[in-house]
């Protein structure tokens, strides 16, 4: 497997519109994106200094699975056109298995978050309030419970650096109107339980994902950006899994177990170096859930 790294991509061939805190977005004309993941990582919202090697190449691969997997239930933003014809030859090798050239849409500024289980922030919000996100729960529930029924909890998206917030559904219409939103809920609910249901014959609980939608030129609502990775879900092996603590997940929990060790650092930028062995476990992790899910090893 080729395990070098892209921390930051550098195409000089297309119009740069912007860095998110894991994907690099070019324009490809008018009505198209090439989107680079690269090998960044961010832990509480703060983008670490070292890359995870292979990681964004885990990540697009992952998405694809799912687009395949999930695109009777709603369009999604792949055209089909190869990364590598977009850019010139040279720079080929930043794009390859590792990006996608996508529709531009108009991004619909909600994500759309659901929840099979409850766990964290949904299981501070539970113990504080019993409630998730203005939705009143059963009292007595365990962490990690598995929920009655999945819950959709929107959130609005911040900007680079901040923390997305948590906003009621009530909310949510007041911003894109009603009968969106509740296309939105209906279709997120539909994408997480078909997923959750496949995952379960592969030995892996899906805890909760957030989707992010767009609409296209006609108002065609299109499932975007990235779905169902380790990045955007909570994976949990469902040989391990037992409520009443957080089970050990297929993510960048090592990395987030490791920062919460450090007396010294206050969860804001700059972030502190991290140790090479939690940067290869937090690989491996990323390499065990694409293998784990799809059935599929990593592409060199």
């Known amino acids: 497997m080729n395990n070098h790294s892209l921390y930051q991509s550098?195409?000089?061939?297309?119009?740069?519109?912007?860095?998110?805190?894991?994907?690099?977005?070019?324009?490809?004309?008018?009505?198209?994106?090439?989107?680079?993941?690269?090998?960044?990582?961010?832990?509480?919202?703060?983008?670490?200094?070292?890359?995870?090697?292979?990681?964004?190449?885990?990540?697009?691969?992952?998405?694809?699975?799912?687009?395949?997997?999930?695109?009777?239930?709603?369009?999604?933003?792949?055209?089909?056109?190869?990364?590598?014809?977009?850019?010139?030859?040279?720079?080929?090798?930043?794009?390859?298995?590792?990006?996608?050239?996508?529709?531009?849409?108009?991004?619909?500024?909600?994500?759309?978050?659901?929840?099979?289980?409850?766990?964290?922030?949904?299981?501070?919000?539970?113990?504080?309030?019993?409630?998730?996100?203005?939705?009143?729960?059963p009292p007595g529930l365990r962490q990690a419970d598995k929920l009655a029924e999945p819950l959709f909890t929107p959130a609005a998206k911040a900007d680079l650096g901040e923390h997305d917030e948590n906003i009621s559904f009530a909310d949510m219409e007041n911003r894109i109107g009603k009968e969106l939103a509740a296309k939105i809920r209906d279709i997120s609910i539909r994408l997480y339980t078909t997923a959750a249901d496949y995952?379960?014959?592969?030995?892996?609980?899906?805890?909760?994902?957030?989707?992010?939608?767009?609409?296209?030129?006609?108002?065609?609502?299109?499932?975007?950006?990235?779905?169902?990775?380790?990045?955007?879900?909570?994976?949990?092996?469902?040989?391990?899994?037992?409520?009443?603590m957080s089970p050990p997940s297929f993510d960048k929990q090592f990395v987030r177990d490791y920062l919460e060790t450090l007396k010294d650092w206050n969860k804001t930028p700059p972030a502190p170096p991290l140790p090479a062995d939690v940067i290869e476990k937090t690989g491996a992790k990323y390499r065990e859930a694409l293998e784990r899910l799809t059935g599929q090893t990593l592409k060199d």
């Open 10 to 137: 550098s195409i000089q061939s297309l119009p740069l519109l912007g860095r998110g805190k894991v994907r690099d977005n070019y324009a490809v004309g008018d009505d198209k994106l090439l989107i680079v993941t690269t090998d960044r990582l961010s832990a509480f919202d703060v983008v670490m200094n070292e890359p995870i090697p292979g990681k964004g190449k885990v990540l697009n691969q992952m998405s694809d699975f799912w687009f395949d997997k999930l695109r009777d239930i709603v369009p999604n933003h792949l055209t089909g056109v190869a990364p590598e014809s977009v850019v010139r030859p040279e720079e080929a090798d930043q794009v390859r298995g590792r990006a996608v050239v996508a529709k531009r849409l108009k991004p619909i500024l909600v994500e759309a978050v659901v929840r099979g289980y409850i766990i964290g922030s949904g299981w501070k919000d539970y113990q504080a309030t019993g409630s998730v996100c203005g939705i009143a729960l």
């Open 199 to 244: 995952a379960a014959t592969r030995g892996i609980i899906i805890a909760d994902t957030k989707f992010e939608f767009g609409l296209d030129d006609n108002g065609v609502l299109h499932l975007m950006d990235e779905v169902l990775t380790a990045d955007s879900s909570r994976f949990w092996p469902a040989d391990s899994y037992a409520p009443g």
